[in-house]
């Protein structure tokens, strides 16, 4: 056998193994789509049988005070549902409103935050222009007003 025989076979031994491979994954998406064939059969075979009627649930009032007392529940059903329903919608509009106030807290701490940086940098340059503007000390001697010998005299008792 030679070199091109050698590569021939595992090339065909590469496709075989492919080839395999693809035909189990095949043989395992016929089984799923058995399957789910079988479930959508059911399902339709359901869906066509006729469905028992129910009769809708009646309530007969008998006698007068079993009508005044069913109306005072629903009064006081309505009532509760009309309590919940304005809690509600005031629940709604306070988390609006902390909605909002956050929003404006938030802008306000941004405006301070720039303020402060604006406020810092403001003092950093008056500190350099008054370190700049401020004299600085030479050493130099001070002269008297008047040279020290004439002054001699004049403390001197003479006389």
Do not use: C
Not at 62 to 85: F, G, I, P, V
């Amino acid at each position: 056998m030679t070199a091109h025989d050698n590569q021939e076979a595992a090339h065909l031994e590469k496709l075989r193994a492919q080839l395999s491979t693809d035909m189990e994954a095949m043989q395992q998406k016929e089984a799923s789509l058995r399957e789910y064939e079988q479930r959508l059969r059911l399902l339709v075979d359901h869906a066509q049988q006729p469905q028992p009627q129910h009769a809708p649930a009646q309530y007969l009032v008998t006698n007068a005070a079993d009508t005044r007392a069913l109306d005072s529940e629903w009064e006081k059903y309505n009532r509760a549902h009309a309590l919940l329903e304005a809690a509600r919608r005031g629940l709604a509009d306070d988390r609006l409103a902390f909605k909002d106030r956050d929003e404006k807290l938030q802008a306000r701490e941004i405006e301070v935050a720039r303020r402060e940086a604006w406020v810092k940098m403001r003092e950093q340059e008056l500190a350099a222009a008054a370190a700049a503007a401020a004299p600085t000390k030479k050493k130099t001697k001070t002269r008297r007003p008047f040279p020290s010998a004439p002054l001699r005299h004049l403390f001197s008792r003479s006389g």
